[in-house]
């Protein structure tokens, strides 16, 4: 399902996106900026970020536009190689008219899927949302109203492996770049996870590394938190571990209960779930070490 | 020293307050503003909270003003106790007009002790501040030079209970109502504490409870958090585990180093001390079983 | 249309709200107090706040619970007249039983109307919504599918007078209470305002008294300012300057064109409206002298 | 004055920035870049932002590092000058050795005074702080405790072209780079903003636009706000109208007096003027028709 019209499509067809990582070095965007001004790009918006001058790494997100982009692709990539391979490069083109697709996982609270849904029906989630897959039936409705395909696979500790291998199918199926997991409330295997990396946005209830793992509403209000916080990480197999994205806030005092913590929380989960897919699907982040950079 | 005017105090010569936690049942609050009604006193501010109707706590702030109540200070506490007992109160009397004495205790690390003495100078922070202890020189020059007293008691592992008997001593001699930690990076026994219950405050540079401990900013760096924080609390014998009273965060990303972590640390440790401190002055805070209520 | 269960509402069948306010004097508290113990009424939750000791005004707000509440409205409400004849009180009784009905009015922009149906359907916005008005037919869809009267009334310049007594004979059918300005696009005549004191409620898009008036994320992108704010208010006869129930802002830089601003701006508009609803509807508010006093 | 050390000085010896406004056009970056790396700097940090792909303004800064640099800084600049005249640039290199001169105004409120001073002890203010002017004697003692110049020039509206002549010779004979007015209570004529454009920061103690002029915390009471805030700007002869370069705001309630709402306001302005100052020391502050681009 695409809610994003056609002429945006069409604005974005000459608009490609260049995100390196590589060891630093002199002469990098030298060598970059020549190689798209010669290739007819021009550059639109470029940020940089080294860890240290002195043998650190460097980090380069690039928005250019160029004539007759969807043409040129091969040609593109063909040509940057050199490039790449001269700063041992890790590197990807991505292009604004390749809209992403992608699948969301979802349990019982259905808060998060709502904001994502919403985002998307105004048109401000840049996504083609192709699936939403749930262990629960109590999204389905909302779901097909938008005529998005909806697949219940109820899963628990038992059958995990079986449940898994319906979703990988699926996902392969319909050809998935991104996985939300929008409270989903089931722990993934490592190797769900393995064909994954750094496609699999979670969102933790919790101000991490505050309350990692279960139930952390109810341990902060035993703890006498004064601000309650909500981290959205990519997936890795070491539990609320991975690389946080985002992460934010509200102020709460001693008058809320856990039932309001939890209130306040779902509005914090909703926006930091919104930002750090939005920033994916912007091609805005890039994962280095166990942390993000984001552009 | 103190920095409040005459006319200040003289202003707040008829001001009392009443801080109660009890058992919450029926009538607590109408014997309470009866008694207040009779005795003279006006309620010129209130707030209340209960836990839960059923079986819970009662908690009241109640600020009043009585004409000639520095006379009648004892007739006040007499003739409130049969209330007290009546409702099983913990409850405690304060009035504006005695001014609490401080000790600020601070290792190397000075932003924290600047901002009290800041506020301190400008009339924002209502105490007597009576003496600054240190286990380094740093500040005695700054210290002194306000006519506080200074006392410099180098401190380490091995001497910790004959350093401890004389900044007891200390505060014994200088009748000394608070101590405030501000960034003094010693642990304190158990027999400290336990003759100052809620009556230490320290300031924890993170957001509690994660990196409880030592080198929070490089363990925040480490992890790749989105948000730096700061947490004000008292002291008890669990490192770090007291109750919480105020905690802050900011917003940080990739360029920040720890240098930078630690700069942006300092400001938001000196704002969420400061506010910790005047609501102990002000007796904003009531402690119930490892919480804070701040009214 | 009611989301809340049964199960709620019987549980706040002894829940009442009392507010006040009047002239401070020695002895409301007492006077108040006795009467709801005397009333066999158990004060849950209580928040008091003067302007000024001497010669200034009072405000309450207290939560009681009172069995059989229900069967002893009138009862309650004639004993306590003379109460608040002696100090001269504004008054009123609210009781958690009785659910306020809403009206919504709103144009093309659906955020924040969505935000409200949300939140409705979450169960967290307490109000019987009775029906949404619109001088567009764009959400008629989105309402009728909850089962919620929509009722399209195209609105000009030429036609305000017919219009607005359509709609007031609407409001008077429902039986309406409040009234939710969810980005109307209307500007409403004094004739309609006076009918509804202090229970219309508009959200401004912008940090009043920053672009009062129209088009204010244009004026805010053209002035280069650095935060996004929106105000949600009591609707008077002058426009935009109703006592302001809330406000919030976010962070913007200057990459953000205008309608970057408006995206970030909806996120705003949509929380502060609907806290500032909830307060309302919580009885939390009371207005005094153009400004609001939120308990 | 300097509070930083040589060490640091000597780690800045090879550092350099460039900073760039011109129209944007293809090969701008790739000019750039190749330039930069021929005379053999590496490029460390980079931020380029465009108002729009076609016909629009580009904007970079970037920061470098250069063998030998303090030695070549003319050679730099000349063999720079080609690709300014073929882009159309307004260009400048600043280079981190060559640490800016500031002056401070302010008059009886010393707050943000206290701050900026703070930092500078701190060796966070990376600047010579080469004198202070004020039209009051209130902060002589501080300043010249630090063996800072301090200048007391009474100022009223009627001696403003005297005074400023003076001021104007001070600048002139420390050689002032940076000029910022930490509450300084005097309109600055349109003959003393010309000779500093951009170069004269000012704190506005509201969330501009909203209340623009005098008396701002007074009317902001008056008006009922939730939000107090702060706002930096560089001076132009438009009062309270030049580029806004840091803003912030914090939540207050009904229970804010006006005294309480000037305590709150000072915390802000602290925190918004050092971080403006801070950007500006540090080259990350482009001005563009009125607002401002901070990289």
Chains 1, 2, 3, 4 share one sequence.
Not at 58 to 72: N, S
Not at 102 to 119: D, G, M, N, P, Q
Not at 261 to 284: Q, Y
Request: charged fraction near 25%; charge should be negative; include cysteine.
């Amino acid at each position: 399902m695409e809610t994003y019209s056609q002429t945006f499509l069409e604005s974005q067809k000459n608009m490609g996106r260049l995100l390196i990582s590589c060891p630093d070095k002199p002469g990098i965007v030298a060598a970059i900026s020549k190689f798209l001004y010669q290739f007819g790009a021009n550059i639109v918006e470029s940020n940089q970020y080294s860890t240290n001058p002195e043998g650190g790494s460097f980090f380069v997100r690039i928005v250019f536009e160029c004539p007759d982009l969807k043409m040129k692709e091969t040609e593109l990539e063909e040509q940057f190689q050199p490039i790449a391979d001269q700063f041992s490069m890790q590197w990807r083109f991505t292009f604004g008219y390749e809209v992403k697709k992608t699948a969301i996982f979802v349990s019982k609270e259905l808060h998060c899927l709502r904001e994502l849904l919403w985002e998307w029906q105004s048109g401000d989630l840049l996504t083609d949302l192709a699936l939403v897959i749930s262990n629960h039936e109590d999204c389905r409705e909302i779901v097909e109203s938008l005529n998005i395909p909806f697949y219940y696979i109820p899963a628990s500790k038992e059958n995990r492996v079986e449940v898994e291998k319906k979703q990988l199918q699926l996902l392969k199926e319909y050809n998935i770049d991104l996985i939300i997991l929008a409270r989903y409330m089931q722990i993934l295997t490592p190797e769900f996870v393995e064909v994954h990396p750094n496609r699999i946005i979670n969102i933790h209830h919790s101000f991490l590394p505050a309350f990692v793992g279960a139930r952390p509403y109810e341990r902060a209000y035993k703890r006498g938190v004064k601000l309650i916080g909500a981290t959205s990480h990519y997936v890795t197999n070491d539990l609320d571990e991975g690389p946080i994205i985002e992460q934010d806030i509200m102020r709460v005092d001693h008058r809320a209960n856990i039932e309001e913590l939890k209130k306040i929380g779902r509005s914090i989960e909703r926006s930091v779930l919104a930002r750090a897919v939005n920033w994916h699907l912007e091609d805005r982040i890039i994962v280095h070490e166990n942390k993000t950079i984001v552009f």
